[in-house]
């Protein structure tokens, strides 16, 4: 079964380096997302991208954060400068088109800022 | 906007006992309802979904959920737990007819089954 996939699993860093965690969507998928997770707390919306570009985003994805789809495969989130409060799992999701559809998620990427 | 609350932070039972994980939502607008599963180091996985029609869902793994419009309520039963059934459960809720809509999550349940 197809599934979505992300790279690293996990990520150490420091405080003030750029990020760009990966995500392989599912293939026919067109709907890609990505969400934050802070331990202990709720799994929050950052941005969901549609036809090469951003079709929603929380007020959580402000201009330290960046997506792209950079080919026909890969979906990225890039944080430029990164800050301890950074510091969360990272979760991809796709579907395939219509609002109806089920969001698919990857495992997620665990991001430690030091 | 909407939101979910997750009654319950965490729900200890005992293997082959029934168990209810509670949800309630608050939104202006109609919305789908959702409930996931995440098991140790996996990532999201639906259980079930409502969008429309009769109230009762039925999803994978013998999972139940009914959605109550009146109370604003979608809460996830099921009969007879294993101790497989220990994982993460989130009620999520995201708005009708609109494509890219984000999911809003509760806070998560933890159900830890035991023998």
């Known amino acids: 079964e197809p599934e979505v996939t992300q790279t690293p699993s996990h990520q150490v860093t420091q405080m003030g380096q750029e990020v760009i965690l990966r995500c392989v969507p599912i293939?026919?998928?067109?709907?890609f997302y990505w969400y934050r997770q802070i331990l202990g707390q709720k799994v929050e919306f950052l941005v969901s991208?549609?036809?090469?570009?951003?079709?929603?985003k929380s007020e959580i994805f402000d201009d330290q954060f960046s997506v792209e789809r950079p080919d026909g495969s890969n979906f990225t989130l890039k944080i430029r400068s990164t800050k301890l409060e950074d510091s969360a799992m990272y979760f991809c999701?796709?579907?395939?088109?219509?609002?109806?559809?089920?969001?698919?998620f990857g495992p997620g990427t665990r991001l430690t800022v030091l | 906007a909407q939101s979910v609350t997750q009654l319950d932070s965490q729900v200890p039972v005992f293997e082959e006992a029934p168990v209810e994980l509670r949800c309630n939502y608050s939104?202006?607008?109609?919305?789908?309802l959702f409930w996931y599963v995440q098991y140790p180091n996996q990532g999201l996985q639906l259980l079930l979904k409502y969008l429309s029609g009769s109230t009762l869902v039925k999803g994978i793994n013998g999972f139940e959920a009914e959605f109550n419009k009146s109370q604003t309520s979608f809460h996830l039963r099921k009969p007879s737990v294993h101790i497989s059934d220990t994982a993460e459960y989130f009620c999520?809720?995201?708005?009708?007819?609109?494509?890219?809509?984000?999911?809003?999550f509760g806070k998560g349940t933890t159900l830890s089954v035991s023998s």
């Open positions: 991208f549609y036809n090469n570009e951003i079709s929603e």
């Open positions: 939104s202006s607008v109609s919305v789908y």
């Open positions: 293939s026919n998928h067109l709907y």
């Open positions: 999520a809720v995201s708005r009708q007819n609109q494509a890219g809509t984000a999911l809003i």
């Open positions: 999701a796709s579907k395939i088109v219509a609002h109806t559809d089920t969001q698919y």
